[in-house]
């Protein structure tokens, strides 16, 4: 009898917990959603979803939990898009070539040349063919795109100076394990080299790669300027790695925490954009006090030469559509 009763109290023990950890304060149902990026933790977009947890957390009194991995730890993105797809994975911040691979007009927006700035690709998502293009991805994938992340102008970083499109030859460059990064560093001349951001650090340090193209605070969270010492200032992508949810999970949130969470993305996602804007304007002038040599290249033969890749792209986005966004200033 007494090891009954005992065995009974370990299980309203067990039972109490699980049942507490699915409420929040209160006694109301609690939501938790797993967010995955490929971000080192010290990277501007992990700083910014560690606050937006942080906030929505605080502001639903600990009805909705997000649970951030950052740094792979729930795969590279092809892994954390299949974690979307089969509900194991709710948010994830991802490049738009990956979410393109199943809805490919968005690949637009991560074509060569087509921004000038942060201030103008923001201006692309909030137009009116914006909007359009990302409601019918949303349709056609059962993901919503929650919010652009400004992730940087990309430039190249190698281990000898680049002025012209032309000293490409030969040389090999990492590249995202992306279609439109791929084409484009093949019209450029180069061999691109794709593999996992992870494998960068190393494949530049022993030679196996003789570059690789990213934002400014990739390459410096990844601590790339200490096995690349020339930064060319290609600006080939003004890039957005937007925030991106399943519908089923937004589904889960009522009315009030639809609420939270979107207050938090404008303060905390939002301030990702922020974050990198300011970064960019500081960012380059302190690595050259430390000995990086910054390499002012020629850039409308990098533009002429991408030519039939923007060209080819029109059968992915629809004709007209990238010289649409282009237009908007």
Known sequence: MKKVLIILAILGLVFGSLSAQGQGEGGQEKVVLKLATIYSPDHPVSVGLDNLAATVAEESNGRLEIQHFPA???????????????????????????????????????????????????????????QELWSEFED????????????????????????????????????????NSVATWKALGATPTPMNLGEVYLSLQTGVVDGQENPLATITSSKFDEVCKYFNMTGHSVQSTPL?????????????????????????????????????????????SKGITIVKVERQGFIDAAQPVIQAGAADWGEGVYQQLQSIK
């Open 72 to 130: 792979g730890q729930l795969g590279a993105e092809p892994s954390i898009h299949e974690g979307m797809r089969n509900g194991t994975v709710d948010m994830a911040v991802m490049g738009i070539s990956e979410v393109g691979k199943r809805f490919s007009p968005v690949l637009v927006f991560d074509a060569p040349f087509i921004f000038e700035d942060a201030t103008q690709m923001l201006k692309a998502f909030s137009s009116d063919l914006g």
């Open 140 to 179: 056609t994938t059962g993901i919503k795109m929650v919010a652009p992340i400004y992730y940087g102008s990309r430039i190249l970083t190698t281990t000898k100076p680049v002025t012209t499109v032309q000293a490409l030859k030969g040389m090999k460059i990492r590249v995202p394990d992306q279609p």
């Open 244 to 288: 991106f949810m399943t519908t089923a999970a937004y589904d889960k949130l009522d009315d009030e925490l639809k609420a939270v969470l979107d207050a938090a993305v404008q303060k905390d996602v939002y301030g990702i954009t922020d974050y990198i804007m300011n970064y960019e304007k500081t960012g380059l002038e302190e690595l050259a």
